[in-house]
């Protein structure tokens, strides 16, 4: 069999990977490439593979950069099946939904590409099969897959895919993305399984995370100290999971009284869905503290907390002149209300930015990272002079000490290793820490290199 290796390579984002076995070929995963907007250019570049001949898809998780070309991929013909978990489905349709507007919004004041529309992503989801956690399937001759939880985000999984390869069994499992430890609202990462092929992200395989007990006196303080000056509050919030754990993490501090109850917004209607999905799958979480005693016996709501669905609702916040905290989407700024109310405060000294969520290259999020004192939204010049803090304990990705844990896995270690998702660096940094550690052989993929297994 072979395993070419066509996204999530030399870059954070756009993961597919395709797996040709001797009875068929098995997409994994069809993500989108994510640069200083939402789309960039490279996402309409050929897949460099036929998608007719594809004869599966597996997704292992809803985020865009795993699952944001699949509209384009049946588009352009493919006509199989396309497995996943129910919650993935749920939340890859809100996220692919959101994805149309943006680029309908980017395409009209920019001019960026529309790689598809309602319509391709309508198609795309009738091809989709619902699989739960820990059923073997079938996908199509002599080869077998198996979702397992990522506890990455709800619903996201590591897969096992079994192959028969001439009459022998070969096993390889796709780490799609590692969850943090400790994650309050997610059940832990599962434990891996034997396999002969690992392919694991390296997103964060080189550093090590702030414990996720940080992460509510963090956020506290830094609540705190921009209310205390008057200032106004703005987290971009990856729309799930983030914005979920974040409104948790909020609903934890508010009863318990370490931040006072000043107004806070949920701007995003993606956000806003999600996490009512994330109430209809709450089988799929699993909590570290009950449900709030109080009057709504809610995870992610409180009494101070205006969910504005509609741009009518939105505007509210643009009268309100208090003290605030805005979580708005997207997370790497790249589009998304948060850039509206970024053009208003981010200029403030006041006021403060929040990150609580990896920011990949040449996003507007990274270049503030990075210390820019200017940056540019919709073309307008704007000061940088909004405090900034990171929390790294909001991650949803695992960090070097939890990879090398999944890589570990049973104890049977992996013949060969393969490190995907993460910057070059980084991935020669988890590679070499990976070989002295556990003395695994380990590969580090060009884009579109093939691999005989
Ligand atoms: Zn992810």
């Known amino acids: 069999m ?42 309409l570049e050929p897949f460099g593979f036929q998608p007719e001949h594809i004869d599966a898809v597996i997704v292992t998780h809803a985020h865009f950069d795993h699952t944001g070309r699949l509209p384009d991929l049946v588009k352009q013909g493919y006509n199989g099946k396309i497995f996943m978990t129910p919650p993935t489905k749920g939340l890859m349709e809100l996220v692919l939904e959101d994805s149309v507007h943006v680029m309908a919004e980017n395409a009209k004041k920019c001019g960026d590409p529309v790689v598809y529309e309602k319509q391709d992503l309508h198609n795309m989801l009738e091809a989709v099969v619902t699989v739960p956690y820990h059923h073997v399937t079938a996908v199509f001759e002599g080869v077998t897959v198996e979702f397992f939880d990522a506890g990455h985000i709800l619903g996201s999984s590591f897969v096992r895919v079994v192959v028969d390869d001439a009459g ?22 599962e434990v891996r399984p034997a396999a002969d092929y690992v392919i694991c992200e390296a997103t964060y395989g080189a550093k090590e995370h702030e414990k996720a007990a940080v992460r509510e006196p963090m956020l506290a303080n830094f609540v705190k100290k921009v209310i205390g000056r008057n200032g106004t509050l703005i987290i971009p919030a990856f729309s799930v999971e983030r914005t979920q754990e974040l409104l948790f993490a909020l609903d934890q501090l508010l009863q318990r009284g370490e931040i006072p109850s000043i107004p806070m917004y949920l701007d995003s209607p993606l956000a806003i869905r999600a996490t009512e999905l994330y109430r209809f799958f709450s089988d799929y979480l699993s909590f570290d503290h009950p449900a709030a005693p109080g009057k709504d016996g809610d995870w992610f709501r409180f009494p101070s907390l ?48 929040l990150i609580i969520g990896y920011q990949a290259d040449h996003t507007l999020g990274r270049k503030i990272q990075n210390g820019a004192t200017q940056i540019n939204i919709y073309g307008e010049p704007h000061q940088v002079r909004a405090e900034l803090l990171t929390i790294d304990a909001f991650s949803a990705h695992g960090d070097q000490k939890k990879l090398t844990t999944f890589v570990r896995g049973n104890g049977a270690l992996p013949k060969q290793v393969f490190l995907v998702h993460g910057e070059g660096p980084t991935k020669d940094a988890f590679a070499t820490h990976l070989r002295a550690s556990l003395g695994v052989e380990v590969q580090i993929p060009h884009v579109m290199q093939t691999y005989e297994l």
């Open 2 to 43: 072979r395993l070419t290796f066509y996204g999530a390579v030399e870059s954070v984002t756009g993961s597919c990977f395709l797996l040709e076995t001797p009875k068929g070929k098995l997409l994994i995963d069809c993500g989108m490439h994510q640069g200083e907007r939402m789309c960039s250019k490279v996402n």
């Open 168 to 189: 022998e069994s070969k096993t390889l499992i796709f780490s799609g993305d590692i969850g943090n430890d400790d994650v309050p609202i997610l059940p832990d990462t």
């Open 306 to 353: 205006t969910e504005t669905l509609t741009v009518d609702a939105s505007k509210v916040i643009n009268d309100d002149n208090r003290p605030k905290v805005i979580i708005a989407g997207n997370g790497m700024m790249t589009g998304g209300r948060v850039l509206h109310h970024m053009a208003r405060y981010i200029s403030d000294a006041k006021s403060g930015l």
